[in-house]
C-alpha cells in the first residue's frame, strides 16, 4: 500500500507564513500528480493546488501569488510554501496524489494523507 504523511501545520498569525510537507511511502512504482487540498469547517474539501511529476502547477484563485507548490521526486514530497495567510485560510490541509502502486497490480489509484490543521488567527 502507499501512504501519504503530511506534517507542517499549526497556529499562525495573520500575514504569517508555514510550509506543508507530504511525503509518500510504501509500494510506489510512480507518483504522479500530487496535490493539496482543504476543508474549513462547515464546508467542502476545496482544491488548493496541484502539480504534476514535469512540475506544471495549478492554483485555486484564492491562493495565487500567495501559496507554492512543489515537490522533490527523488524523496517522494510535495510542499506547500503558505506566504501572507489571511483567516479564511484555515482549514484541515490534505495531500493527495495519484500514484501507481506496485501492490496493487500496478494500477493507478488516488491516495489520501490523513490531513493538517492549519490555523490563522486574526
Known amino acids: 500500500q502507499v501512504h501519504l504523511v503530511e506534517s507542517g501545520g499549526g497556529l499562525v498569525p495573520a500575514g504569517g507564513s508555514l510550509r506543508l510537507s507530504c511525503v509518500a511511502s510504501g509500494s510506489i512504482f510512480r507518483l504522479n500528480a500530487m496535490g493539496w487540498y482543504r476543508q474549513a469547517p462547515g464546508k467542502q474539501r476545496e482544491l488548493v493546488a496541484t502539480i504534476t511529476s514535469g512540475g506544471s502547477t495549478n492554483y485555486a484563485d484564492s491562493v495565487k501569488g500567495r501559496f507554492t507548490i512543489s515537490r522533490d521526486n527523488a524523496k517522494n514530497t510535495v510542499y506547500l510554501q503558505m506566504n501572507s495567510l489571511k483567516p479564511e485560510d484555515t482549514a484541515v490541509f490534505y495531500c493527495?496524489?495519484?500514484?501507481?502502486?506496485?501492490?496493487?497490480?500496478?494500477?493507478?489509484?488516488?491516495?489520501w494523507g490523513q490531513g493538517t490543521l492549519v490555523t490563522v488567527s486574526s
Open positions: 493527495n496524489a495519484q500514484v501507481v502502486d506496485r501492490s496493487q497490480g500496478y494500477r493507478s489509484r488516488e491516495v
